[in-house]
């Protein structure tokens, strides 16, 4: 079990060294540098800039010296928790993302739990009643939530609810609350506003782990333990709940990390339409202004989030299926 | 002898399924996927939509109706103000009004004129396909205009564009396919056929790649490109930045087939007689599991729309000139244009409608591919 875990935390860490590499890369990728772009913008407010100045500016920063000299100083700025300057708020990144952060981390878990408590047990139902209307009318919305890009949805749901009940649901929070310290009523009226972020960056996932739920679960009603089980006298629900579903939720748990990356990848879009105070639309400015110690560092954060994740699930699975951990070992 | 006719006719049945070539036996299986026919129907309607644009859309994607910006769908009528009942459709006539509050002109609906709707009418001319050029359009309105899906801002129809967007958006599927199955087919390929040490690698190549949240990776990519590239070279960027992504699937398809493959009796036999790899792999080993190959590339057709449409809702990926649903849906980014102008959503329906026709033949396919198992 240790040995696994040990195994399980070397490949994370190797798997973040080479995503930092790549982070790197995407920051470097765009032509010219801050400089350029920072000069480019004095110069559209009419100002006159010197190739001196730009230089200067460049030198100050960094950006003239060797590529993998630059890498490593971010990198070693990374492990100290420090990101680099935002180059366009004039504040740390770290500051800048701190801000921004448990906002996406909120949502990402809260869709993470809407995900799996709704997939779960209408799957277990869709199974169970298959070919019932219950089991159809998912199915149809099963297939027009896989197909339903996140943004549409965001879109269609701001129109309803303007619509029909004449509310904004844009942002996370009324009015009053926008600038409000954090209080038990702020909660509850983010609270409030959350679930429509949520269902938008959930439906997809929902509709894919029902479909999962249900073909696996169906597979396994058929076997013989389950009526072996049904003829020791066990209630249906509980003969359910202790054989078939857990052996069912295997390939559920497995592919838990890929669940999360998803999310995670979804997340930025649905803040920017959604127009939610959290990384998805800094993330966005980000890279649109070229602002690449905050580009790089999101990347990074959110696949951090990602590997994490996906660590988890590798370890939900070892204590789930008996059968990993002793081929492992063997 | 009731009982020895059945077994005649269930003999026959038998042999029928013996002799059918497996091409057969799949389209029979592909044949009762109810779903997977519908979906192929609605994604031949998609093609022919695009391969005609030119002619069935009445204006041009660039052609402005100046009195008529913003304009709400126009609906067809039959039966007008009087109760007449007209064997041709028609749509009311629009004319700029004042808004009495605003002071701001605003397009309002004249039931006094009636624009009846005619057939292969003259219009712009444009050039089919590049090669034929013409002037006729399967409908307009004769003494006005017609707008079946409104306008935009600019007063440009949106059911033309429409048009132009399903061409653009289908070929960038299309395009980012065939890079798909480029990249697949050679990267598990090399995994598959040497193994070893270059397995080991591509394979961990693989599993980073899907360790990446994909659209900040897109977003990260596109945002890249440089703003001043024309629009064609940023299409085959943006295909591309999606294929980057998608390839990993089809070559780990590819690569577990091959693995299965490689020490069948054939394969030795034909490197006995002297095939290169190349050939073996080309000649022997890929038709072997083609269908498993079509399979996976048709599942993974909607995520490239699904890709290119969000790049371009987020204005980062094709922009103005080109047309496809992601650039229309960029004009319905915020509240206040939908809640006035909702008919800019109606782009996203072709998104959905789309999808969900390739998930249905995906399905369809996937049964399919094997067509001996039951």
């Given at each position: 079990m240790v040995q696994i875990l040990i195994r399980r935390t070397g490949?994370?860490?190797?798997?973040l060294f080479f995503v930092s590499i790549i982070c790197f890369i995407i920051i470097q990728l765009p032509p010219g540098d801050y400089a350029d772009a920072y000069a480019a913008k004095r110069h559209a407010g009419g100002e006159i800039i010197r190739a001196e100045e730009v230089e200067a500016i460049r030198h100050q920063l960094g950006l003239d010296r060797p590529m993998y000299i630059q890498y490593l100083n971010w990198m070693w700025g990374v492990v100290r928790g420090e990101l680099g300057m935002s180059l366009e708020y004039k504040r740390p990144v770290s500051e800048v993302i701190a801000e921004r952060l448990p906002l996406t981390l909120i949502l990402a878990f809260s869709t993470m739990v809407f995900i799996y408590s709704?997939?779960?047990s209408i799957g277990i139902l869709s199974a169970v009643r298959q070919y019932s209307a219950a089991d159809h009318f998912f199915t149809?919305?099963?297939?027009?939530?896989?197909?339903t890009p996140n943004f549409l949805l965001a879109l269609l749901l701001m129109y309803a609810s303007h619509k029909w009940f004449g509310q904004s649901v844009g942002g996370l929070f009324s009015p009053q609350f926008q600038d409000a310290p954090w209080s038990w009523a702020r909660l509850m009226d983010m609270l409030s506003h959350l679930w429509v972020p949520v269902v938008v960056l959930g439906t997809a996932g929902t509709a894919f782990q029902i479909r999962t739920m249900r073909a696996v679960l169906l597979d396994e009603l058929n076997k013989m333990y389950v009526i072996a089980a049904r003829s020791t006298g066990l209630s249906e629900f509980r003969m359910l709940m202790k054989y078939p579903v857990r052996i069912a939720l295997n390939p559920i748990v497995s592919t838990l990390g890929w669940e999360l990356t998803r999310v995670i990848s979804g997340a930025p879009i649905v803040g920017v339409v959604l127009s939610l105070p959290d990384t998805g639309p800094l993330f966005l400015k980000s890279l649109l202004d070229q602002?690449?110690?905050l580009a790089g560092a999101m990347i990074l954060i959110y696949c951090t989030l990602v590997i994490a994740g996906t660590f988890i699930s590798d370890v939900l699975l070892i204590i789930l299926d008996p059968r990993i951990r002793y081929e492992r070992l063997t | 002898m009731v009982n020895t006719g059945v077994k005649v006719k269930r003999n026959k049945h038998v042999r029928r399924l013996d002799i059918a070539t497996a091409r057969q036996l799949m389209w029979w299986k592909f044949k009762r996927h109810r779903m997977a026919l519908l979906g192929i129907s609605v994604i031949l309607f998609f093609l022919l939509l695009a391969i005609f644009a030119e002619f069935l859309s009445p204006y041009?994607?660039?052609?402005r109706t100046a009195i008529y910006t913003s304009g709400s769908p126009m609906g067809l009528n039959f039966i007008d103000t009087d109760r007449k009942l007209h064997i041709c459709p028609f749509?009311?006539?629009r004319v700029s009004k004042r808004d009495p509050v605003t002071l701001r002109l605003k397009p309002a609906i004249d039931t006094s004129q009636c624009w009846p709707l005619r057939f292969f009418v003259k219009g712009s001319s444009y050039k089919l396909w590049g090669i034929f050029k013409l002037n006729i359009h399967l409908f307009g309105a004769k003494g006005g205009f017609i707008h079946i899906f409104g306008t935009d801002k600019l007063g440009r129809d949106l059911f033309s564009r429409c048009l132009y967007a399903?061409?653009?958006?289908?070929?960038?599927?299309?395009?980012?396919?065939?890079f798909t199955f480029f990249i697949g087919i050679v990267m598990g390929g090399i995994a598959g056929y040497i193994g070893g040490m270059v397995d080991n690698i591509i394979m961990r190549i693989i599993e980073?790649?899907?360790?990446i949240p994909t659209l900040p990776l897109w977003l990260s990519l596109a945002a890249a490109l440089p703003r001043e590239w024309s629009a064609l070279k940023v299409y085959f960027a943006i295909t591309l930045i999606l294929s980057l992504v998608s390839w990993t699937n089809l070559a780990r398809r590819v690569r577990s087939k091959l693995l299965a493959l490689r020490e069948e009796d054939f394969v030795i036999s034909a490197r006995l007689a002297g095939c290169k790899t190349a050939r073996i792999i080309r000649r022997h080993l890929l038709p072997s599991f083609l269908s498993y190959i079509i399979v996976d590339l048709t599942i993974s057709f909607p995520w490239m729309i699904l890709g290119e449409t969000s790049l371009s809702f987020l204005g980062l990926g094709l922009r103005e000139p080109a047309v496809s649903w992601g650039v229309l849906l960029f004009s319905a980014q915020n509240i206040l244009s939908i809640v006035h102008m909702p008919w800019l959503l109606i782009p996203g329906i072709f998104v959905i409608v789309s999808v969900i026709a390739f998930n249905f033949v995906g399905d369809g396919l996937r049964d399919a591919a094997d067509p001996y198992s039951k």
């Amino acid at each position: 079990m240790v040995q696994i875990l040990i195994r399980r935390t070397g490949y994370a860490l190797a798997t973040l060294f080479f995503v930092s590499i790549i982070c790197f890369i995407i920051i470097q990728l765009p032509p010219g540098d801050y400089a350029d772009a920072y000069a480019a913008k004095r110069h559209a407010g009419g100002e006159i800039i010197r190739a001196e100045e730009v230089e200067a500016i460049r030198h100050q920063l960094g950006l003239d010296r060797p590529m993998y000299i630059q890498y490593l100083n971010w990198m070693w700025g990374v492990v100290r928790g420090e990101l680099g300057m935002s180059l366009e708020y004039k504040r740390p990144v770290s500051e800048v993302i701190a801000e921004r952060l448990p906002l996406t981390l909120i949502l990402a878990f809260s869709t993470m739990v809407f995900i799996y408590s709704v997939a779960l047990s209408i799957g277990i139902l869709s199974a169970v009643r298959q070919y019932s209307a219950a089991d159809h009318f998912f199915t149809v919305i099963g297939y027009i939530g896989l197909a339903t890009p996140n943004f549409l949805l965001a879109l269609l749901l701001m129109y309803a609810s303007h619509k029909w009940f004449g509310q904004s649901v844009g942002g996370l929070f009324s009015p009053q609350f926008q600038d409000a310290p954090w209080s038990w009523a702020r909660l509850m009226d983010m609270l409030s506003h959350l679930w429509v972020p949520v269902v938008v960056l959930g439906t997809a996932g929902t509709a894919f782990q029902i479909r999962t739920m249900r073909a696996v679960l169906l597979d396994e009603l058929n076997k013989m333990y389950v009526i072996a089980a049904r003829s020791t006298g066990l209630s249906e629900f509980r003969m359910l709940m202790k054989y078939p579903v857990r052996i069912a939720l295997n390939p559920i748990v497995s592919t838990l990390g890929w669940e999360l990356t998803r999310v995670i990848s979804g997340a930025p879009i649905v803040g920017v339409v959604l127009s939610l105070p959290d990384t998805g639309p800094l993330f966005l400015k980000s890279l649109l202004d070229q602002d690449t110690y905050l580009a790089g560092a999101m990347i990074l954060i959110y696949c951090t989030l990602v590997i994490a994740g996906t660590f988890i699930s590798d370890v939900l699975l070892i204590i789930l299926d008996p059968r990993i951990r002793y081929e492992r070992l063997t | 002898m009731v009982n020895t006719g059945v077994k005649v006719k269930r003999n026959k049945h038998v042999r029928r399924l013996d002799i059918a070539t497996a091409r057969q036996l799949m389209w029979w299986k592909f044949k009762r996927h109810r779903m997977a026919l519908l979906g192929i129907s609605v994604i031949l309607f998609f093609l022919l939509l695009a391969i005609f644009a030119e002619f069935l859309s009445p204006y041009a994607p660039y052609e402005r109706t100046a009195i008529y910006t913003s304009g709400s769908p126009m609906g067809l009528n039959f039966i007008d103000t009087d109760r007449k009942l007209h064997i041709c459709p028609f749509v009311y006539g629009r004319v700029s009004k004042r808004d009495p509050v605003t002071l701001r002109l605003k397009p309002a609906i004249d039931t006094s004129q009636c624009w009846p709707l005619r057939f292969f009418v003259k219009g712009s001319s444009y050039k089919l396909w590049g090669i034929f050029k013409l002037n006729i359009h399967l409908f307009g309105a004769k003494g006005g205009f017609i707008h079946i899906f409104g306008t935009d801002k600019l007063g440009r129809d949106l059911f033309s564009r429409c048009l132009y967007a399903t061409r653009t958006s289908l070929s960038v599927g299309v395009i980012g396919i065939i890079f798909t199955f480029f990249i697949g087919i050679v990267m598990g390929g090399i995994a598959g056929y040497i193994g070893g040490m270059v397995d080991n690698i591509i394979m961990r190549i693989i599993e980073f790649i899907r360790s990446i949240p994909t659209l900040p990776l897109w977003l990260s990519l596109a945002a890249a490109l440089p703003r001043e590239w024309s629009a064609l070279k940023v299409y085959f960027a943006i295909t591309l930045i999606l294929s980057l992504v998608s390839w990993t699937n089809l070559a780990r398809r590819v690569r577990s087939k091959l693995l299965a493959l490689r020490e069948e009796d054939f394969v030795i036999s034909a490197r006995l007689a002297g095939c290169k790899t190349a050939r073996i792999i080309r000649r022997h080993l890929l038709p072997s599991f083609l269908s498993y190959i079509i399979v996976d590339l048709t599942i993974s057709f909607p995520w490239m729309i699904l890709g290119e449409t969000s790049l371009s809702f987020l204005g980062l990926g094709l922009r103005e000139p080109a047309v496809s649903w992601g650039v229309l849906l960029f004009s319905a980014q915020n509240i206040l244009s939908i809640v006035h102008m909702p008919w800019l959503l109606i782009p996203g329906i072709f998104v959905i409608v789309s999808v969900i026709a390739f998930n249905f033949v995906g399905d369809g396919l996937r049964d399919a591919a094997d067509p001996y198992s039951k």
